[in-house]
């Protein structure tokens, strides 16, 4: 069983589902109104251990309703919790989140979060040197992002940098990451008025755009390539690129190689879509593997 460690976020997800968004100034009669369990390090906490790993999640909850429900939902997915310390002058996380006309919009409240400092990174560190690959995200402060980089090339270990929501990367948190997972719209915030093929070529087999329905695109060191999407209908498309990302950084530390790894992660990132809510539709292993 490959050993996962993710550094993130832990939120709530507020959901409500309407025909369409409202324009600024204008109210809308909702459909239905859902709190459900996200956060982006959550997310793909919870991901990776239905996909069968030994998961750790570092990251920060209030002391608050919100804080035990979300914990609890960690502990009923197998994920450790020995690392997730309760802060009490912050609210645990919130993401408000529409889903209308067949997409989501939303709205990242911190919290919490924000309390996963390089500081409170130094307290797991033997949790890092054990993990088989690190994951983290763009929810957490940018300094943790760099120090974490930082500290996995110190210490030889995977990182996997999913870089959502977009925010620009300093070149060292560029050349530390084994591994980077920007959808398009993130890609050009990192790379802004690059061409993406030279971009892709610069970085063989490291990094990676998701690109939804379209599937993933590489450079596998001699060539670009995309990896196409499993067709799915679509119920809710919260927490799929979350799901690629766990389930690809799970086939990589189990010593599959990058194109068996992103079908594995494609799959399952598709399966994850045909149900509400950001974990509502993660697979299991079984589900994955009964698919493929
Ligand atoms: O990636 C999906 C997640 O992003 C949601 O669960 C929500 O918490 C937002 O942060």
Redesign the pocket.
């Known amino acids: 069983m490959v050993k996962v460690a993710v550094i993130g ?1 832990i ?1 709530m ?1 507020l959901v409500v589902t309407a025909n369409k968004r409202p324009l600024a100034g204008e109210t809308l009669m909702g459909d239905s109104f859902h709190t459900v369990p ?3 390090g959550a ?1 793909q906490a919870v991901a990776a251990a239905r996909l069968g790993a030994d998961v750790a999640m570092i990251g920060r909850v209030g002391d608050d309703a919100f804080g035990t429900e979300v914990l609890d939902n960690l502990k009923n997915n197998r994920v450790s919790v020995t690392n997730v310390e309760p802060v009490t002058h912050q609210a645990t996380g919130t ?1 408000h ?1 529409t889903l209308a006309e067949g997409d989501n919009s ?1 709205i ?1 409240v911190k919290g919490a979060n924000d309390e996963v400092t390089p500081d409170y990174i130094k307290g797991a560190e033997d949790v890092l040197q054990q993990a088989d690959i690190i994951l983290i995200q763009h ?1 957490t402060p940018e300094d943790t992002v760099e120090y974490v980089a930082e500290l996995c090339h110190r210490l030889g270990k995977k990182l996997l940098l999913n870089p959502a929501p977009a925010r620009k990367i300093s070149a060292q948190v560029l050349e530390y990451a084994t591994y980077i997972t920007p959808n398009e719209h993130e890609f050009t915030v990192l790379f802004e008025g690059e061409s993406r093929s030279k971009v892709l070529a610069k970085y063989p087999n490291r990094l990676i755009i998701t690109e939804g329905k379209n599937g993933v695109r590489y450079h596998n060191g001699s060539t670009e390539v995309v990896v196409p999407a499993y067709v799915v209908e679509a119920v809710d498309t ?2 799929a ?2 799901t690629f990302n766990a389930a690809f950084a799970v086939a990589v530390a189990e010593g599959r190689d990058m194109s068996e790894a992103i079908q594995f992660a494609n799959r399952a990132a598709s399966l994850s879509i045909t149900k509400f809510g ?1 974990q509502g539709g993660m697979p299991t292993r079984a589900e994955v593997e009964g698919s493929l």
């Open positions: 976020s939120s997800d996200g956060g982006k997310n993401a989140i939303i990242v929810e919260t927490g690129g979350d950001a």
